[in-house]
Nanobody, 121 residues
């Protein structure tokens, strides 16, 4: 199995910054794409950004120009630097990973427990 542990959420004022981290551990052979999703109260979970093992990135329109996703392949860790935060960024942020285990099992359905980000004055 793969465990994803997120950290870095919290309360920040509008215009502020936060950096989220997500570390993958377990019987991992390889981690492929890693991404961040978010879910606000009463809304569906949505993609924020993802990054492939080769470093290619994709962002939701709401994140472009403000958020930066990066990863450390040696540590199986993905980061999300969030700048110029807005109240509408308030949500639970979830880490997702595509990974293959040493057993050969592959899944794109590995999720972290979520970390709360609240943007409020």
């Amino acid at each position: 199995q793969v465990q994803l542990v997120e950290s870095g959420g919290g309360l920040v004022q509008p215009g502020g910054s936060l950096r989220l981290s997500c570390a993958a551990s377990g019987s991992i052979f390889s981690v492929y794409a890693m991404g961040w999703y978010r879910q606000a109260p009463g809304k569906q979970r949505e993609l924020v950004a993802y990054i492939t093992s080769g470093g290619s990135t994709n962002y939701a329109d709401s994140a472009k120009g403000r958020f930066t996703i990066s990863r450390d392949n040696a540590k199986n860790t993905v980061y999300l630097q969030m700048n110029s935060l807005k109240p509408e960024d308030t949500a639970v942020y979830y880490c997702n990973a595509d990974a293959q285990l040493h057993s050969g099992i592959y899944s794109s359905n590995y999720w972290g427990q979520g970390t709360q980000v609240t943007v409020s004055s």
